[in-house]
């Protein structure tokens, strides 16, 4: 059977068909604009999975999970809030049925890598997973027990909002010292511009007016690995913060696998090596000789197929 | 049915008589001595329970649970580390079933009290829940899906080791700014000292002068119900770093309720106000909402009784 999955980020949608053994056999992505009313948005998007099938001869797909950034009551099939889309308490399970002639499983898209992360990264060795979606924030979701975990109301995971520093900066969520407001692609920047207005990254400050290019992560890297004393901070820290979250993790869930994925993560040891060696010296030695912690090589796909996954769940 | 309940403490032994509802029918308190070889130890735990159950006429009770401080390999049997105990290894499912001619059960403390708070206080209407024993240290348990939740190598729970400041104060794990080190009772002595040495409470050096009494939670009460504003703001912080920590739970792993108990929680306002604020303020609104937090009346009881229904699972 084909599955159909849909990643409903903030600019772009997402739509792939994937088997039910997790392959990904086709994608496309297609740009959107949410500004408009949601009703008339969910058509657009509807039609577009339509002409996605019809394209690719995938008629009989009639399972469709959906991911979506904010917070989804997927019992419910409602987008309860999402900040990215400007979308509050749309029943888009119900639109969306309706539209397609399909069974539709909405889902938070972090949740949605988590559920992919599991099947396609963990599924024989493990039964209870943490995945960390590392990118301009920090999103999570949870497996436990082989199942996805969604706590009492559907809003299980936010792991972003886990507190590193309960006196730190302020996050975008209203609470201080988040995961987020450290490891997440906004937090770094914000750290890297309090540093070159204190002067403290000539290099960086070179790196903005040679290249043109906006201060990112990315970025930060660059002037990292060129030695600018400054970045390589930024990533220590982070790699600190990440790594006192992850003992966290491990010392109160107790998991066989955390799986990392997203942009941030892509810096490898810059990041890695530091949280690792934190997550180490941190957590309690049972648990953090169990846990096996790693960056996914499926990281683009891993919304999609969950979503596509989840929808037979 | 009758079970026995029993809480290994690190100088008392706790030993319960225990309905299948709950209802705890006798009990007894018995000092006994751990520094001794752990084979002779768990030989005086057994006859001490023998002669519990001959006392109450309970000859009948079959299924003994009991709560060991330390790791706890429930499903092997094994106490793999007790600091309190000194205890390393020890099977002592098995040595104990030998002994009783019983079917035993054994679990760290804390998870027992997670179960017996979720039994006593609120299986009816729960799903999720997280208990908080705010002793000397801060232990946890968490029951998902109405049942105990252990993770993967049975060590999950360990909430007072959930970081809360992670360049903060060294804690006996050897992480850095975990919420015991702040909420716990030696993170709070060790706080009201370092301001005693500089000279920030002049009426909690005259409280243990006058009392003759060791520095604790209940002197520090004490002080700061006499409007010591140095004990005040220690209330304070505590109970904002057990906000902070609630917060990360609530957005982490979204329960229907958290129950505190231990020492600490019967503060009362002086720590629940600024925590419940702080939680209020930080944690996502839909979960935040569902949320119910309570201190346990049946306290003391958790422990035994959790240790006791466990015996059945």
Chains 1, 2 share one sequence.
């Not at 058509?43 to 002409?51: G, H, L, M, T, V």
């Not at 914000?190 to 290099?203: D, L």
């Not at 890297?221 to 901070?233: H, I, T, V």
Request: aromatic share 4%.
């Amino acid at each position: 059977m084909m599955l159909l999955g849909v990643d409903c980020g903030g600019t772009n949608l997402k739509i792939a068909l994937v088997k039910e053994s997790g392959e990904m056999v086709q994608s496309a992505l297609e740009p959107i604009n949410f500004k408009r009313p949601a009703g008339r948005v969910v058509s657009d998007i509807a039609s577009r999975i339509k002409s996605f099938k019809d394209r690719h001869g995938a008629i009989g797909a009639r399972n469709v999970g959906m991911g979506i950034a904010g917070d989804v009551d997927s019992a419910k099939g409602i987008v309860r809030f999402s900040p990215n889309l400007g979308w509050k308490n749309v029943p888009l399970k119900k639109l969306l049925a309706r539209d397609l002639n399909a069974s539709v499983a909405i889902e938070n898209d972090a949740n949605c890598a988590a559920w992919g992360a599991y099947c396609l990264d963990a599924k024989k060795d493990c039964e209870n997973l943490i995945c960390l979606t590392l990118g301009t924030g920090v999103g999570g979701g949870i497996i436990i027990g082989r199942k996805l975990y969604r706590g009492s109301t559907g809003s299980a995971g936010e792991i972003g909002h886990l507190t590193v520093k309960y006196d730190g900066r302020l996050c975008g969520c209203g609470s201080y010292g988040c995961l987020e407001s450290r490891v997440g692609a906004w937090g770094m920047i914000q750290t890297a511009k309090e540093g070159i207005a204190q002067g403290r990254s000539p290099m960086l400050k070179i790196l903005l007016r040679e290249t043109g290019a906006k201060l990112s992560p990315r970025l930060i890297e660059q002037a990292a690995r060129k030695n600018d004393p400054f970045s390589k901070k930024i990533w220590q820290d982070a790699g600190v913060c990440l790594g006192a979250a992850l003992a966290s993790l491990v010392n109160i869930l107790n998991p066989d696998r955390i799986v990392l994925c997203g942009g941030v993560s892509k810096a490898g040891d810059l990041i890695l090596k530091p949280a690792l060696r934190t997550l180490k010296e941190r957590a309690f030695a049972v648990p953090v000789q169990k846990v096996k912690v790693t960056v996914s090589k499926y990281d683009e796909k891993l919304g999609v197929v969950g979503a596509a996954l989840l929808s037979r769940e």
